[in-house]
């Protein structure tokens, strides 16, 4: 009975080897990301970050009810905007932030901010009016002007 026991598991061994998956070397290796990839997950970062950084401290306040709500609600007509101008090989992306007004009879679009957003270390810089030095987000008069209201 032993023989006939140890070649049965001899059989099943030499199956499940054939059936597992081998790994090749090309699936090893990392994955390299293309230049373009890099590129939209940079921006893709900075409009996170300026998202939660700016526009939600200086746009108009969304009731809890309406964003969690399945029904999307129109932005009111008086909002500000955020969008990238450009971007270099270092990983520096500029961006400038809109007053954005659809009440008038020809809507307008109004710059008042413009900033970098550095990448590597996920800082966001915002110049200031002024002295036309580049303060963190927080320290802006746009940001400040908004939260003493």
Known sequence: MKPKMS???????????TIMPVVSEDAAK???KTEAQLAQE???ACYVAIESQILQHINPEVSRADRFSRVIRPMSAQYYAGSIV???ADGIVGFQINYIDRMALKPSSVIVATGTYNSK???????????GEFVVASAHSLLKKKTNT
């Open 7 to 17: 070649f049965l598991y001899l059989l099943l061994s030499a199956s499940a080897v």
């Open 121 to 131: 270390n996920g800082e966001l810089l915002l110049k200031d009016d002024q002295s």
């Open 42 to 44: 940079r921006q893709q």
């Open 86 to 88: 450009s971007e270099n």
């Open 30 to 32: 990392s994955v390299v």
